[in-house]
């Protein structure tokens, strides 16, 4: 049986006449479009102001053969013809052996640094109605991510549920918007309402800050380097601020998906996530109205019952060390039989083979129940599921 490989995060390359063709009238004149530049093609926005070098999309594949040849200087005759082309794209899936991708854009992911509100909407505008064309190819295996400008919610509500209409299957906003327009303010609850009531996942993909420098435009500094090596510190606080305000409470069909930063950071992130809302309550002022048992053995009670106490990581074994002492020392031990509670949102060991006999099945009726789980049954795990921020890393 052939293997079932799918792409969760792909690329497209817009090509050079998008904006020409497709952007509203009023904006054409201030429309992204490809020069070049000292022998090499940029994006250039408005009159003068270059965003970025196409080198790193016209270097696509080099990364496994010849890494030290990538580089920012690039022409579009480089560009591979199945980035704007989707005919020639599905041969290049079936030629990698892919059944499925996820469709991001590749310079249009600097477009969220557009400083100018109403621009940057047209520019996306005319973006997604490119990408539903594309996808519309073979809609079944092409799964387009809109771009949503949010600086205007209500307008953002419009593009997004314009989307939905034209068939994508997703929807991108920045990693992370102005730093007084954070994703815990009150503006954006009707987006998430919306976005939750169309069962649009959100993706916050690297790249997309609303502000900032773009890595490798305009003069080069040692900065640049060290902005990409903690580039998931922006999406980090983001993905913050919306479970610490209790967003995915108030919205539990919400879905979030982290694009393209690694993994390596979100289990001591969700640890001291963990921590600051068991300890700092005068800083974790929201607090959740129940939370997802995870002790081994326990199941959160009805008709008001106090739940078990919550940790973020499941229990740690006890070692035995050299001379018969164990790992834990007694205040450790102390600390471990006090009833802190937690947000319960870390990965744990887990019993899959129910999942892998009926995939299709109801997780709340023991698919992905924890190994020595005790209290059957799917109460405890629709209330597990419902809380549970739908976080994908």
């Excluded at 991001?104 to 505008?125: C, E, H, N, W």
């Excluded at 450790?332 to 129910?354: F, K, T, W």
Aim: net charge positive; proline share 7%; charged share 30%.
């Amino acid at each position: 049986m052939l293997s079932l490989v799918l792409s969760s995060d792909s690329h497209v390359f817009e090509p050079p006449d998008l904006w020409q063709t497709r952007i509203d009238r009023a904006f054409r004149d201030r429309a992204p479009r490809i020069e070049r530049i000292g022998g090499a093609d940029h994006i250039v926005v408005e009159a003068d102001q270059i965003l970025s070098g196409i080198g790193l999309i016209s270097n696509a594949g080099a990364r496994f053969e010849a890494p030290e040849t990538i580089s920012a200087q690039g022409r579009f005759e480089d560009v591979h013809r199945g980035g704007y082309d989707p005919e020639q794209h599905l041969e290049d899936m079936a030629l990698d052996g892919v059944a499925g991708e996820v469709l991001y854009p590749s310079q249009g992911l600097f477009y969220f640094k557009v400083a100018d509100t109403p621009l940057m909407s047209a520019i996306f505008r005319a973006y997604n109605d490119w990408l539903a064309d594309f996808c519309r190819t073979d809609p079944a295996r092409l799964k387009g991510i809109a771009m949503i400008n949010l600086d205007d919610v209500p307008d953002g509500i419009k593009e997004l549920e314009r989307a939905a209409r034209l068939g994508l299957s997703g929807a991108m906003i920045t990693e992370y918007p102005l730093e007084h327009r954070r994703y815990d303010g009150s503006e954006y609850e009707p987006f998430w309402a919306a976005a939750a009531a169309l069962d649009l996942p959100l993706s916050l993909h690297t790249a997309t800050r609303r502000q900032g420098k773009i890595r490798g435009a305009g003069d080069k500094t040692l900065r640049d380097a060290s902005s990409r090596a903690t580039k998931a510190f922006y999406p980090a606080l983001s993905m913050c601020d919306l479970i610490f305000s209790g967003v995915f409470e108030r919205h539990p069909r919400l879905t979030l998906a982290i694009v393209e930063f690694e993994l390596a950071w979100a289990p001591h992130l969700l640890s001291t996530m963990d921590y600051t809302y068991r300890e700092r309550h005068g800083e974790a002022i929201y607090r959740f109205k129940s939370l997802p048992s995870r002790r081994r053995g326990a199941c959160p009670r009805e008709g008001g019952g106090r739940h078990t106490p919550e940790r973020l990581l499941p229990p740690q074994r006890r070692l035995k060390l050299p001379g018969g002492r164990h790992r834990h020392s007694p205040a450790r031990r102390h600390r471990r039989r006090q009833h802190d509670v937690g947000l319960g949102l870390s990965a744990q060991r887990v019993d899959v083979s129910p999942i892998a006999q009926d995939p299709g099945g109801d997780p709340g009726r023991g698919a992905g129940r924890r190994t020595g789980q005790a209290c059957p049954g799917p109460r405890s795990g629709d209330r597990r599921r419902q809380h549970r921020p739908r976080v994908q890393i």
